[in-house]
């Protein structure tokens, strides 16, 4: 048993050395059946665990944001598209390359359903009068009244050289009549009115200026036609210029184009994953990449970032956890000087990593994205219950003893400290599970049983090897040979450190002054460190669904982000979209409001008499006739004249909206008339042709869509397209308003201002709905990606804090009971509490924030830091004094700490920045931490021997 310079042997003490014992006769036993458990926990593993890629799970059911969301989500089933972003310069291209997935898409049911790169507006224009007010619809009817014999001569005799012609005619009958009539009687009165027949110049010379320009412009060859029926046919609405038959889903003017996409998985009567299905999505996409070298095609969306987010940080752990062992064995190899013992810890450790496996699959089922990370990390602290025992051991042995006693005296000294510090780490990470937010609870579960199990693997299978492996040697005549560490020459750097414990000391509290000054402004104490909320900066970089998501974030089109509000029926949602829209942080709300006229019943009783009217129209006279240059020359030079003679009289009339159109009629038949002189009559011909084309044939599909296919139907829930009617109406009627951002939400205070305006003024539309009596209380809550983002990132923080405490508390109390000394249990936390705020002066200073990946050093740097201290203070009881480089422990603890940072290290070389800057802050805090324990605690505990203070 080792000599305790101030207390006898205690109960667990005596156990652990009884325990060497059991290790020895039973050693290859005890191997066997932790092998046994090992093979049995990876099969399970393999059969049974599974991996959880939604972020929203991580958050537990309990919550009630969840619950609102996971409505929302049930009454809106359609959101988890995958996203295709086409983008180039030539629109017409994007068209094209959109239309080819989408064919390639639909053309595979088994992987894909639901494909969307364009709609079809053919419900609009069978119904385009409803989307007219009543006001135009009757001012519409009296227009048709008057233009009827005009409409009906154009159809009959087309072409622009009769059009102008008969305009012509019309207004020089009107002159020649008026001119008669006042030299045939008495002068007339001056008239307030103009008679009933008289031309609408004021009216028609706007629409007759456009139809002159854009000729100009034909005869140019800068020929982009503008339709001037709006005028006529709607009042001037801009959505009767151009009533497309479908409407691509696009932005940045036609230079980005999307294609919607969802995924046919397993869980929904497919055969395959989402996994499965993006990679025969991204090959299919780069099948037409090749075939369009001048477009760039990106795959994004939600579930795309969640899946590449499991992928990287499948990967990553892989990578991290490979790099961690090979890593661990090259320093014990170094430090201990052969292979042997360092690699029966290392065959203890991975056994420990199988047992923890199937642990983790039999209570938990799965790994997350947090949770994902455990095994680098429990490779970097479960093997520093082995070093601890490797180093203790060949101390004793170096002492003299035997292989049976020296692992005696091991477990009796050290393997105590073990227990104690490994149910402190452990409960360091299992306090998480009381936090309420369920990843965070998982990875307490799984590293605090992890843990455990690596001590129990350590004090139990570690021994027996070793002692099981002295055994043969000694049968063969021989026994291992034990080697000073080359860590050994610490000692003398130890040696001179506690000659001068006081400027050490000073130096070390100066150090810590620093720190605090960096980290902290001190009125009031305020971390300097910041709190980075963005999620996209914990994403991988250079992952194309990443990318994308920001490309598609900064091309002015709609944030892939919204918040979602829920209306009972049309009305109240129209009215939540008017008030929605009026928030400053709100971009645009999205809806299905716009498609629903309002007064429908009104304006259903006016469109049959229009239609009824234009039903006497006849069909267009086909074909058109070739264009008479001269003839329209001749036609544009008489009106030209007669404007011009009357522009004088409309200005001393005081007309001068008439005036006004006058002039530009006149200016534009001047560009009309000049270009088609200096044209050859042939050219000019040939390009008037395509435009009188393109004007006639706009005439009749204006007409076409005022008479539609038959009687006007009232719009309906029913008469939406599938995808509009999926997207934007719940299973039960329900209508989704999306409010999408002005600002990028991504970041954290943007998202909170986002929310807070929203459900301010959905609770501001709830209360005036109630007033109105339409709704009896809040029967949703505004929910959506930003929301369940926010209260995730806040839950998760508030948790790690949670956490961190709960582990504080359950540490003390466990290292008091270990010691049963207030004064040896502040000691050992001095090393911990110490390397925090180094730590976070270490970050203020290189501007490292934290994230909802990385605050998980909180409660994790507890349990590691602590037990550096529970070490050096124990041996300090046994030895009296604090040189631990004299003897093993200092060895000990630095190797071990070595190994964890380069467990955490390892993380650092993941894609996935969440894992990395993990991996960044746990290096820097156990680094931190284990040059407080080796420097602060021993040169304080040397001023206390000196004092003569008992600890």
Same mark, same amino acid.
């Given at each position: 048993?080792?000599?305790?310079?101030?207390?006898?042997?205690?109960?667990?003490?005596?156990?652990?050395?009884?325990?060497?014992?059991?290790?020895?006769?039973?050693?290859?036993?005890?191997?066997?059946?932790?092998?046994?458990?090992?093979?049995?926990?990876?099969?399970?593993?393999?059969?049974?665990?599974?991996?959880?890629?939604?972020?929203?799970?991580?958050?537990?059911?309990?919550?009630?944001?969840?619950?609102?969301?996971?409505?929302?989500?049930?009454?809106?089933?359609?959101?988890?598209?995958?996203?295709?972003?086409?983008?180039?310069?030539?629109?017409?291209?994007?068209?094209?390359?959109?239309?080819?997935?989408?064919?390639?898409?639909?053309?595979?049911?088994?992987?894909?359903?639901?494909?969307?790169?364009?709609?079809?507006?053919?419900?609009?224009?069978?119904?385009?009068?409803?989307?007219?007010?009543?006001?135009?619809?009757?001012?519409?009817?009296?227009?048709?009244?008057?233009?009827?014999?005009?409409?009906?001569?154009?159809?009959?005799?087309?072409?622009?050289?009769?059009?102008?012609?008969?305009?012509?005619?019309?207004?020089?009958?009107?002159?020649?009549?008026?001119?008669?009539?006042?030299?045939?009687?008495?002068?007339?009165?001056?008239?307030?009115?103009?008679?009933?027949?008289?031309?609408?110049?004021?009216?028609?010379?706007?629409?007759?200026?456009?139809?002159?320009?854009?000729?100009?412009?034909?005869?140019?060859?800068?020929?982009?036609?503008?339709?001037?029926?709006?005028?006529?046919?709607?009042?001037?609405?801009?959505?009767?210029?151009?009533?497309?038959? +479908?409407? %691509?889903?696009?932005?940045?003017?036609?230079?980005?184009?999307?294609?919607?996409?969802?995924?046919?998985?397993?869980?929904?009567?497919?055969?395959?994953?989402?996994?499965?299905?993006?990679?025969?999505?991204?090959?299919?996409?780069?099948?037409?990449?090749?075939?369009?070298?001048?477009?760039?095609?990106?795959?994004?969306?939600?579930?795309?970032?969640?899946?590449?987010?499991?992928?990287?940080?499948?990967?990553?752990?892989?990578?991290?956890?490979?790099?961690?062992?090979?890593? *661990?064995?090259?320093?014990?190899?170094?430090?201990?000087?052969?292979?042997?013992?360092?690699?029966?810890?290392?065959?203890?450790?991975?056994?420990?990593?199988?047992?923890?496996?199937?642990?983790?699959?039999?209570?938990?089922?799965?790994?997350?994205?947090?949770?994902?990370?455990?095994?680098?990390?429990?490779?970097?602290? =479960?093997?520093?219950?082995?070093?601890?025992?490797?180093?203790?051991?060949?101390?004793?042995?170096?002492?003299?003893?035997?292989?049976?006693?020296?692992?005696?005296?091991?477990?009796?000294?050290?393997?105590?400290?073990?227990? $104690?510090?490994?149910?402190? $780490?452990?409960?360091?990470?299992?306090?998480?599970?009381?936090?309420?937010?369920?990843?965070?609870?998982?990875?307490?579960?799984?590293?605090?049983?992890?843990?455990?199990?690596?001590?129990?693997?350590?004090?139990?299978?570690?021994?027996?090897? *070793?002692?099981?492996?002295?055994?043969?040697?000694?049968?063969?005549?021989?026994?291992?040979?034990?080697?000073?560490?080359?860590?050994?020459?610490?000692?003398?750097?130890?040696?001179?450190?506690?000659?001068?414990?006081?400027? *050490?000391?000073?130096?070390?509290?100066?150090?810590?002054?620093?720190?605090?000054?960096?980290?902290?402004?001190?009125?009031?104490?305020?971390?300097?460190?910041?709190?980075?909320?963005?999620?996209?900066?914990?994403?991988?970089?250079?992952?194309?669904?990443? @990318?994308?998501?920001?490309?598609?974030?900064?091309?002015?089109?709609?944030?892939?982000?919204?918040?979602?509000?829920?209306?009972?029926?049309?009305?109240?949602?129209?009215?939540?979209?008017?008030?929605?829209?009026?928030?400053?942080?709100?971009? /645009?709300? @999205?809806?299905?409001?716009?498609?629903?006229?309002?007064?429908?019943?009104?304006?259903?009783?006016? #469109?049959?008499?229009?239609?009824?009217?234009?039903?006497?129209?006849?069909?267009?006279?086909?074909?058109?006739?070739?264009?008479?240059?001269?003839?329209?020359?001749?036609?544009?030079?008489?009106?030209?004249?007669?404007?011009?003679?009357?522009?004088?009289?409309?200005?001393?009339?005081?007309?001068?909206?008439?005036?006004?159109? #006058?002039?530009?009629?006149?200016?534009?038949? /001047?560009?009309?008339?000049?270009?088609?002189?200096?044209?050859?009559?042939?050219?000019? &011909?040939?390009?008037?042709?395509?435009?009188?084309?393109?004007?006639?044939?706009?005439?009749?599909?204006?007409?076409?869509?005022?008479?539609?296919?038959?009687?006007?139907?009232?719009? $309906?829930?029913?008469?939406?397209?599938?995808?509009?009617?999926?997207?934007?109406?719940?299973?039960?009627?329900? %209508?989704?308003?999306?409010?999408?951002?002005?600002?990028?939400?991504?970041?954290?205070?943007?998202?909170?201002?986002? #929310? +807070?305006?929203?459900?301010?003024? %959905?609770?501001?539309?709830?209360? @005036?709905?109630?007033?109105?009596?339409?709704?009896?209380?809040?029967?949703?809550?505004?929910? =959506?990606?930003?929301?369940?983002?926010?209260?995730?990132?806040?839950?998760?923080?508030?948790?790690?804090?949670?956490?961190?405490?709960?582990?504080? =508390?359950?540490? *003390?109390?466990?290292?008091?009971?270990?010691?049963?000394?207030?004064? &040896?249990?502040?000691?050992?936390?001095?090393?911990?509490?110490?390397?925090?705020?180094?730590?976070?002066?270490?970050?203020?200073?290189?501007?490292?924030?934290?994230?909802?990946?990385?605050?998980?050093?909180?409660?994790?740097?507890?349990?590691?830091?602590?037990?550096?201290?529970?070490?050096?203070?124990?041996?300090?009881?046994?030895?009296?004094?604090?040189?631990?480089?004299?003897?093993?422990?200092?060895?000990?603890?630095?190797?071990?700490?070595?190994?964890?940072?380069?467990?955490?290290?390892?993380?650092?070389?993941?894609?996935?920045?969440?894992?990395?800057?993990?991996?960044?802050?746990?290096?820097?805090?156990?680094?931190?931490?284990?040059?407080?324990?080796?420097?602060?605690?021993?040169?304080?505990?040397?001023?206390?021997?000196?004092?003569?203070?008992?600890?």
């Amino acid at each position: 048993m080792p000599h305790d310079a101030q207390s006898p042997p205690t109960f667990v003490e005596r156990r652990m050395a009884a325990l060497a014992c059991f290790c020895d006769r039973h050693g290859l036993t005890i191997f066997l059946i932790g092998l046994v458990l090992c093979v049995v926990s990876v099969m399970v593993t393999v059969k049974g665990l599974g991996f959880e890629a939604d972020r929203n799970a991580l958050i537990g059911s309990q919550q009630p944001y969840y619950q609102e969301y996971m409505r929302y989500k049930r009454e809106f089933p359609a959101e988890d598209d995958f996203v295709i972003i086409v983008t180039s310069s030539e629109p017409k291209i994007n068209r094209e390359v959109v239309n080819r997935i989408g064919s390639i898409l639909r053309a595979d049911p088994e992987h894909f359903t639901d494909v969307h790169e364009k709609v079809d507006l053919g419900f609009i224009r069978e119904r385009l009068l409803l989307y007219m007010s009543v006001n135009d619809l009757k001012e519409l009817r009296k227009q048709l009244s008057d233009v009827m014999p005009f409409l009906r001569r154009l159809l009959e005799d087309p072409g622009i050289v009769p059009l102008f012609s008969s305009i012509n005619t019309e207004i020089q009958t009107f002159i020649n009549r008026e001119i008669a009539a006042a030299m045939s009687g008495p002068t007339p009165q001056p008239r307030r009115e103009p008679p009933p027949d008289a031309p609408d110049i004021a009216g028609s010379l706007p629409m007759l200026s456009i139809i002159v320009s854009d000729m100009a412009a034909a005869v140019s060859g800068r020929f982009t036609y503008r339709s001037p029926w709006a005028r006529l046919f709607g009042g001037g609405d801009p959505q009767m210029q151009e009533i497309p038959k +479908e409407f %691509y889903l696009e932005s940045q003017e036609g230079r980005m184009y999307l294609v919607l996409v969802k995924p046919r998985l397993a869980a929904e009567g497919g055969k395959f994953d989402l996994a499965d299905i993006l990679t025969v999505l991204r090959a299919k996409v780069k099948d037409v990449q090749a075939a369009y070298p001048g477009v760039e095609i990106g795959v994004t969306g939600e579930p795309v970032l969640e899946t590449d987010e499991m992928q990287a940080s499948e990967s990553d752990s892989l990578r991290a956890t490979l790099v961690s062992l090979v890593g *661990v064995l090259i320093l014990f190899v170094i430090t201990f000087g052969n292979l042997t013992r360092p690699s029966l810890a290392m065959v203890s450790l991975i056994l420990a990593m199988g047992w923890t496996m199937g642990y983790t699959t039999l209570t938990i089922g799965h790994l997350n994205i947090i949770t994902v990370t455990c095994l680098p990390m429990l490779i970097g602290l =479960g093997i520093d219950f082995g070093i601890q025992v490797i180093s203790r051991y060949e101390e004793e042995r170096l002492h003299g003893f035997p292989p049976v006693e020296a692992m005696a005296r091991t477990l009796s000294g050290t393997g105590a400290s073990i227990v $104690t510090a490994g149910f402190t $780490t452990s409960v360091s990470f299992a306090s998480a599970y009381l936090t309420g937010f369920k990843g965070i609870g998982e990875l307490g579960i799984l590293t605090g049983g992890g843990l455990l199990l690596s001590a129990l693997a350590m004090l139990l299978v570690l021994p027996a090897l *070793v002692l099981f492996t002295e055994q043969r040697q000694m049968a063969r005549g021989r026994l291992s040979e034990v080697r000073p560490s080359p860590l050994a020459g610490l000692a003398g750097v130890e040696n001179a450190m506690l000659a001068h414990p006081w400027a *050490v000391l000073t130096m070390g509290l100066l150090f810590t002054w620093i720190c605090i000054r960096t980290a902290f402004t001190l009125d009031p104490l305020t971390p300097r460190v910041g709190f980075d909320e963005n999620l996209l900066h914990l994403q991988s970089r250079g992952v194309g669904s990443v @990318e994308w998501i920001r490309r598609l974030d900064e091309s002015g089109g709609n944030s892939v982000l919204f918040a979602a509000v829920v209306a009972n029926n049309v009305d109240e949602a129209r009215r939540l979209e008017a008030r929605l829209k009026r928030v400053p942080v709100v971009k /645009d709300v @999205e809806s299905a409001v716009p498609l629903f006229p309002e007064n429908q019943e009104a304006k259903l009783k006016l #469109i049959p008499a229009i239609q009824k009217e234009l039903a006497t129209l006849p069909p267009l006279k086909e074909p058109l006739g070739q264009v008479d240059v001269r003839a329209l020359e001749r036609v544009m030079s008489q009106l030209e004249s007669i404007f011009f003679l009357v522009y004088p009289e409309a200005r001393r009339a005081g007309e001068m909206t008439i005036a006004r159109s #006058i002039r530009s009629f006149v200016l534009s038949t /001047d560009t009309l008339l000049e270009r088609m002189v200096a044209q050859k009559p042939a050219m000019s &011909a040939a390009r008037l042709y395509e435009y009188q084309g393109a004007f006639f044939h706009d005439l009749t599909d204006k007409l076409s869509l005022i008479k539609g296919p038959g009687p006007v139907k009232p719009l $309906t829930v029913a008469s939406l397209p599938g995808f509009m009617r999926k997207q934007l109406i719940g299973t039960s009627g329900k %209508y989704l308003l999306r409010v999408f951002p002005r600002e990028n939400i991504w970041d954290g205070p943007a998202r909170a201002r986002f #929310i +807070e305006q929203v459900n301010r003024a %959905y609770d501001d539309g709830v209360r @005036e709905e109630i007033r109105r009596g339409a709704s009896a209380k809040r029967e949703w809550g505004v929910t =959506g990606s930003p929301i369940m983002m926010d209260q995730a990132t806040r839950l998760l923080r508030e948790s790690y804090e949670q956490a961190g405490r709960y582990a504080f =508390g359950a540490i *003390v109390v466990l290292v008091f009971l270990h010691f049963l000394s207030l004064r &040896a249990t502040l000691l050992a936390l001095m090393p911990l509490l110490l390397g925090l705020i180094w730590m976070l002066g270490v970050m203020a200073l290189y501007n490292i924030p934290f994230n909802p990946a990385n605050y998980l050093v909180l409660p994790l740097i507890l349990g590691i830091g602590v037990a550096n201290g529970i070490y050096i203070v124990r041996r300090f009881q046994e030895e009296g004094s604090p040189a631990v480089f004299s003897v093993s422990t200092g060895r000990a603890i630095l190797l071990s700490n070595l190994t964890a940072m380069i467990g955490f290290a390892s993380l650092m070389i993941a894609k996935y920045q969440g894992i990395m800057t993990l991996g960044l802050v746990m290096t820097i805090g156990i680094g931190t931490c284990v040059l407080a324990s080796l420097i602060m605690l021993p040169v304080t505990l040397q001023i206390l021997k000196g004092w003569g203070v008992k600890v």
